[in-house]
């Protein structure tokens, strides 16, 4: 016995993404009573990349255009879906669905619902789920007879009428910042001169913190513009220099979101309205966020005949939030300063802009917060039709739907490289209409069912895209109009009586924006999924007992093929970046748009996968183990590079595949049904490896992400997104060679020098309910994933690391090694003897960019990603004023362990997927205390 039962919404409404073939999905996770779905994990397959829904069902996410979306909660099974390119993500309704019964007999004791299973039943874009085509068809909440002398089916749905419920929350969250660099403080502003460290200000423009100790000096008192209690002089001991934390800046974050929904059912009418608002102070203060939501559903059910119409519309405005890299160069600025300098100082902010610590080389952080007024502002509507009809074995579909999103941008770059206004403008439009009929043939004697399906879907989206630089009138425009149509053909056949399912078809796709404009006609998916326990049961009469083996179990086998365009409300200004040497940061700013090459083709995604499912119940305790190996292959890969002209722009870079696997295994128990003591404990392990088997351009590598010294690339042979940059020299035996001086020997050639893709991932999920408590964490292990910390060799360049400040006095250190003549290296040297100059000095000799090499560090990590209390009451009696009521508090990203010396190892270079392995004073993660109060009326 099959039972469906609606359980929750998943709001997937995609904003538009600052970040090449990325998308930013966001939404909230709720239930069919409306209540948020907190502890829900969304993760990009095969990376370390994901986020969990907050205590209001929230949650934020950008991942590329094509990844595939792994959803999973405790409790129930992991579904999966395709991020779009060219249609709006929107509202996706999962289900849950319990597995079917073995037909042999089963206790009383460990009959029940079994597991659920997140599956989609009317997504409103094409393709989630490339197999189960026909759950967009299905009819809710009726029942369907069929009188055989008449031939006829007739319906029969359930009408009900219920008191309007009013659903408020409120949530309060706060935030400050987690993991950051460790900086030293032992050590001044300056550097050596005439064999000693010697003190420099910021009247000298010094920028390294290569001075004395900070024990050693002292205030002289004088008149000095640079620090209200004058310039630093050297007493030998007893000094009373300060030195300043520059984490300072950065205060706590505030967020506060209202929720208010009413929603009911009158008869052959659903409907839903909600309102939310939310605004938030981030840590940085002149940051400010709102964000406001307004939402209509109306569902009309009579018979066979459906209708369903929704209604979305959201502003959000942001001042000062990141973008184009301003949080990155504000940290830059802020702790490259030297310890005993005072960003806040009277005498230093007695000017305009405010000075700092070295003039021409950086920026004081209090006045790009206060100079920059850098806006951005986010409107969207989008409108949705959708009508279905049953007759008899014929069901027949019509969708439509229409997002039109607005976009502003104004940035004020004030920085001592650029005094620009520049302002950007997108219009984007889209707007679909799909159809559908399918036809069921059933032989309920032989317990056949065939059902067959022909869909077509029309996309139309239209990019209208400006930019105007004020301050030297130029402008430039892009202007796009996107056409595209799919049909598609499926098939499916079930079979009862050995519970044996197929599914086949196949899609044909046509675009006019990818060269030739012709039909892509080979799309083909095809799924087959037997439950082998019932095929032994019905073929060979072997009776199963239920307490020796397995309630369920099943295996399918699947394969698919997609095409996936550049997606046109993207705005992939990071590339930029890779125009940069890395040491030019402070100089950063994304000035060039990004084009498109000339015979631009989509990406072709394939897929195949194995899965095998497995479901045990021995009385109140359950077990459920699922796997899945897939094997992904994308050919014409699309990115946004640097051309042969120096050009940005989308180009088809290469081919590579993807081979992992996916086990998770849960254990669920209701041990004491009076006490409703209820405990879940799901454990999920992945492995992925990816290797990249064409790289079109000529060079064999093509870079993705990064530095003109160092980025991500795709090597032909070599996982995706290898770390490319200058490394040591080293001799055939692997040995690194020491220069005449007694240090490692920079090599001239540049290689691969680390790979970002973790080992593997695990995730350990427990859910705790007792009485009228919830209790729920999250935890989060990865093994490997080099990540080049750029940051730490800056820093060590400039003399602020906590490294420098703790091996700076090291002498008579001999490196491992052998000399240029291949003999032992016996050379002894000191780490920073001022005697030697600056350029003598172990972390400075090699310039600031430093060796891409010394700076590889792993990525690992233990981290509590989520932990979470509530306590709720729920009132039966339609009498009482207050039906349900819940308070709860949740912490996100609480602890962290890791060997990474650097900010969070899950942060990436502006933010971006694709800059994941690239630490270049990227923005600290942040933790989260969440304190949330609903009540239903």
Partial sequence: MRITLTFLCLLLMGVLSAFGQDRTLEG???????????????????????????????????????????????????????????????????????????????????????????DDSSPTYVPIDYYNIFNRYALSNYEVKYKQHKGKYTFKRKEEYTIPTLQYRLSTKVGWIGKAPKLQDSFAQGSPNEGSYQWKGGDQQEMFSWGPRVSQLRYDGSSYPYDVNGSLESVGTGGNAKTYDPYDLFKPSFSHRHYLALNGKAGILNYKSSYSHESIDGIIKPSERTNDNLSFDLGIRKRAFEADFNYY??????????????????????????????????????????RTYAAGWSRNPYSMMEDDLSLQKYNSHMAGLGLSYHLEKWKFMLNSTYQRRWQDQRYDVNSFARTDDISRNLDFQYWNADGGISKEFTDYYREFHYETLLHYLFESSLRDYGVQNISESRAY?????????????????????????????????????????????????AKATIHPLYILDELAGLYVDPFSSPDFFEVSLG??????????????????????????????????????ANGLQPEQYGKFDLNFRSFVRLGAVSLTMEASNYHYQVENMLAPVVSEEQLLQYENVGAYQNKGWEVSLEFAGNFNYKENFKLKQKVSWER???????????????????????????????????????????????????DSEGFTMESDQVGIIGDPNPDWVIQSATSLTYRKWQFNMIWDFKHGGDVWNGTRQMLDYLG???????????????????????????????????????EGNRWVRYGPEGVGEAGIEDGSWVRLQSLSLGY????????????????SVVGENLLLWTPYTGVDPQTSLLGQPSGMGIDYFNTPSMRTIQFKLSFTL
Wanted: glycine share 10%; hydrophobic share 30%; aromatic share 12%.
């Fill in 559 to 596: 394969y698919y093929r997609s095409y996936q365009e550049w997606a046109l409300e993207a705005n992939p200004l990071y590339a930029n970046s890779m125009t940069y040497s890395s040491q030019d940061w402070n100089t950063y700013y994304p000035t060039q748009e990004v084009g498109r």
């Fill in 477 to 525: 425009s892009d202007y796009v109009e996107r056409k595209s149509s799919s049909l598609k053909w499926g098939n499916e056949l079930r079979w009862d009586y050995l519970d044996i399912q197929l599914s086949l078809g196949n899609t044909f796709y046509h675009s006019n924006t990818f060269s030739g404009g012709k039909w892509k006609p080979w799309a083909p998916y």
């Fill in 800 to 838: 602020r690391s906590a490294s420098t400040g703790e091996q700076r006095e090291v002498t008579g250190y001999v490196f491992d090694g052998v000399t240029q003549t291949g003999e032992p290296n016996q050379m002894a040297v000191d780490f920073a003897d001022p005697a030697n100059g600056l």
């Fill in 313 to 354: 519309y959201g502003q959000k405005r942001d001042k000062w939030f990141p973008m184009n890299g301003n949080y990155q160069q504000l940290l830059f600025n802020l702790i490259t300063t030297p310890p005993t300098f005072h960003n806040k100082d009277e005498n230093v902010r007695s000017v305009q802009p405010y």
């Fill in 688 to 738: 992925a490896r990816t290797k990249v088997s064409e790289v079109y351009n000529p060079s064999g590598r093509q870079q993705l992400a990064g530095f003109t010294n160092i980025g991500k690339y795709i090597v032909e042979g070599q996982p995706l997104g290898v770390l490319v940059g200058t490394r040591f020299e080293k001799d055939a035996f692997g040995n690194l060679v020491i």
């Fill in 28 to 118: 909230i996770m709720l239930d069919s009573n409306g209540e948020p779905m907190p502890g829900a994990s969304l993760s990009i397959k095969g990376t370390n990349i994901g986020t969990v829904t907050d205590m209001e069902g929230h949650y934020k996410l950008t991942a590329p255009v094509g990844a595939t979306i792994v959803v999973s909660l405790v409790g129930y099974k992991t579904r999966e879906f395709v991020v779009p390119g060219n249609s709006p993500v929107e509202i996706v309704k999962p289900t849950v669905t319990t597995v079917k019964q073995k037909k042999t007999s089963v206790s009383p004791a460990s009959s029940g619902k079994g597991i659920g299973v997140l």
């Fill in 872 to 887: 709720s009451i729920t009132n039966k009696s339609d009498d009482k004023l207050i039906r349900a009521w819940k308070v």
